[in-house]
Each structure stands twice: as structure tokens, then as C-alpha cells.
């Protein structure tokens, strides 16, 4: 039986404004459609934004990644160490840069890369780390850029969930030799179709990126390397603009989400993953919490109307498409537990107060 919800996951067209509205007519009306004035602008704002020199726009998130490992000089040959628990992508993009993805195990107290199975998994051809600011959260910075310095690694950021996280004051991307955004609609800054974008502070990656971008052109009709199509749309890119000044608010909003649920969930059925050392080192992309009876648990939350997603129900290397990729000799058993408890609750500014007291009545009504 289908039950009627009650409180959304997501609910896109709430968050649309007039102002975005007349952004995409202006764009229609101007002419101008792909790589134009509206994406200088957004990657100007962006690169502000992050921290950084440069911001070079991408058809999605995917695409940022191959295109950053591509112009950072990685590819056959070389290894890339990454995290079991993510979005595909993260491990597709160093397949399709022609490197070898390396899968480690995570820390289960925060479903982050483990460094210790980090450190099992570097040979001699690894050529970079690739880390992914899971849910929202960044971590170990200054420990994570030691580790690469002390293996001659490049430290590389998968930023996908982490529009405007910091750490002592740096933001998302602006840790590592490069940090790949995707703007899909759902991510924290998302645009009304798929968008990404490089943040990057290196000079000559920037430009290898905006080539490859693009065919590879570096002049007009003039290719230097065998680039792709992935360009931003002018669209995009004017929405992205039009949406920028309100992204503080949103991260405002899912932090108090976020902490009535850290501090109100209360079932001893539901544990909640380790909070940030510092408010500024989470963005709440997602609420997760972990459960041993997490599919009855879910079951429960759909019953009274609450929709819930699993981030994410398979370990990156054990679907079908990735079961040959290497992983840390010691395997990712912290990776498989985590798949299998984790849930993700509502947490999205358009949720209102009552909304989330909801979801919580919901959570602390379920026994094991
Ligand atoms: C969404 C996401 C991506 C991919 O972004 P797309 O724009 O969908 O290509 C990569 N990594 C992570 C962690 C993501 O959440």
C-alpha cells in the first residue's frame, strides 16, 4: 500500500522564486546560450566564493572531476585512491580519465574516507587522493594535506555535497590541487538541469581544464588535446547567479534542522554519526543516521507519510559496473556495515518547523 506523504524528501519547485524565473528569460531573450556573459560571471562569483584563482564551469559533476584529473596530468598508468561510500561518479570519473580508482574503506563514526585504509591502499602508482566531502562534512584537513605532502600525493576534492563547507576558514575546494562541484538540482547550490564546475587555484590546470572543456580548443577551431563537450549553459549558469545570495540562508536552515535532530531524535534504535568539530565544517547536504534495523525503520517513517533515501545502499566496487576495481587489500567492511544501516532523513530548507518535528515524533516512535 502507497501511504501519502507528508513530509517531502525534496520539493524542487518550492525553493523556485520569481527572480529565477526571469533569470532564465532573460537568458532566452539575450540570445547568448552556452558559455557566454551569465558563466564568466557565475565562475567569477564561484571562484570568489570558494576561495580560489579560478572556476571553469561543466556540463555536471562528473565531467569536473574526469576534466580536473585530466588537466592535472593523471591518467593511464596512474592510481587514485578514493572512498567507498559515494555517488558513482566519483569512481566513473577516474575510469573515464583513463586512471585506475583504487577503493578504500571509510570511518564508520563519519562514513569518511579511513586514512589508515588509505594508507594500505598507496602503491607506487598512486598519483593522488581523491576525497569526497560525504553529506556535507569536511574533516582532517590539515591531516589529509599532510598525508599527501608525506607521499608526494596531489590531494584532490570531490565537492559535489559541500557547497560552502570550511575549515578554519578555507573553504570546500580550495584544499586540494583541484574541488569539482556538480550543481544538480538536489546538491546544495542545484540549478534547474545538470551543472558543475573546477575550482582551482593552479594556473595551468585552470587552463588545461578550459580547453578540455571544450573539444580541447585552445584558439578557435585549434585543438590541443583531445578534449570533451561540457560546456555550462548560459541558463544555468544565470539561475546559479540569480540562486547564489540565498545559499547562506539554506545552509542556515538545514544546520537547524540539523541540530534539532541531533539533539531531539531520541529511539535507542537510531544512532547519529559524529558531529562537526566546528558548525562551519558541515553543510547537511544530507541527515544520515544508522540503524541495525534500518529497513524497518524506513518502513515505519513511510508509514506515517515521512520519505526517507539510502546514501548509499551499495559500496562503491561491489555493484556489477564496478566489481573490478581494486580496493584496500584489507577491504572495506566499514563500507558494507554503513550500506547497510544507513538512512537519510528529510533535511532541505524548504522544510518547515512542523515538518521536522514530524520527522522526529516519527523517528522516536519506532522500537526495535
Ligand atoms: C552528485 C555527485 C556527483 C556527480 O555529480 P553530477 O552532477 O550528477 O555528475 C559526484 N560526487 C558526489 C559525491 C555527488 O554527490
Request: a negative charge.
Amino acid at each position: 500500500m502507497r501511504h501519502p506523504t507528508v513530509v517531502p524528501f525534496h520539493d524542487l519547485s518550492a525553493i523556485l522564486t520569481p527572480g529565477d524565473t526571469q533569470a532564465a528569460v532573460d537568458v532566452a531573450e539575450a540570445g547568448w546560450y552556452v558559455l557566454g556573459p551569465q558563466v564568466q560571471g557565475f565562475e567569477h562569483e564561484w571562484s570568489e566564493r570558494c576561495g580560489v584563482a579560478s572556476c571553469i564551469g561543466t556540463g555536471n559533476g562528473l565531467d569536473a572531476i574526469e576534466i580536473g584529473l585530466r588537466a592535472a596530468g593523471i591518467g593511464p598508468g596512474d592510481e587514485v585512491v578514493t572512498t567507498s561510500i559515494s555517488a558513482a561518479a566519483t569512481v566513473l570519473a577516474i575510469l573515464r580519465a583513463g586512471a585506475r580508482p583504487v577503493i578504500a574503506d571509510i570511518d564508520p563514526t563519519t562514513g569518511l574516507l579511513s586514512r589508515e585504509s588509505v594508507e594500505r591502499s598507496i602503491t607506487s602508482r598512486t598519483r593522488a587522493v581523491l576525497l569526497v566531502h560525504l553529506y556535507g562534512q569536511m574533516r582532517g584537513m590539515a591531516d589529509w594535506t599532510t598525508l599527501c605532502g608525506e607521499h608526494g600525493l596531489l590531494l584532490l576534492e570531490d565537492c559535489a555535497q559541500s557547497h560552502d563547507a570550511a575549515v578554519s576558514g578555507r573553504r570546500a575546494g580550495s584544499w586540494g590541487a583541484f574541488g569539482a562541484f556538480s550543481f544538480y538540482p538536489t546538491k546544495n547550490l542545484g540549478a534547474l538541469g545538470d551543472a558543475g564546475a573546477l575550482v582551482t587555484s593552479d594556473k595551468r590546470l585552470a587552463d588545461r581544464a578550459r580547453a578540455l572543456r571544450n573539444y580541447g580548443q585552445t584558439e578557435r577551431y585549434v585543438h590541443d588535446m583531445q578534449g570533451l563537450n561540457s560546456r555550462l549553459d548560459e541558463l544555468q549558469a544565470a539561475i546559479l547567479t540569480a540562486r547564489l545570495s540565498r545559499l547562506a540562508d539554506w545552509t542556515q536552515r538545514r544546520r537547524e534542522i540539523a541540530l534539532r535532530y541531533r539533539s531531539e531524535i531520541a529511539s535507542s534504535a537510531v544512532g547519529l554519526l559524529s558531529p562537526p568539530d566546528d558548525e562551519e565544517n558541515h553543510v547537511y547536504h544530507l541527515f544520515v543516521v544508522k540503524s541495525p534495523q534500518r529497513d524497518a525503520l524506513r518502513a515505519h517513517l513511510a508509514g506515517l507519510g515521512v520519505e526517507t533515501l539510502i546514501h548509499y545502499p551499495v559500496p562503491l566496487g561491489l555493484d556489477k559496473a564496478l566489481r573490478d576495481v581494486p580496493r584496500d587489500p584489507a577491504g572495506i567492511p566499514a563500507a558494507i556495515a554503513h550500506a547497510e544501516e544507513c538512512l537519510s532523513l528529510p533535511c532541505a530548507p524548504h522544510l518547515s518547523d512542523d515538518e521536522v518535528s514530524i520527522v522526529i515524533d516519527a523517528v522516536n516512535s519506532f522500537t526495535s
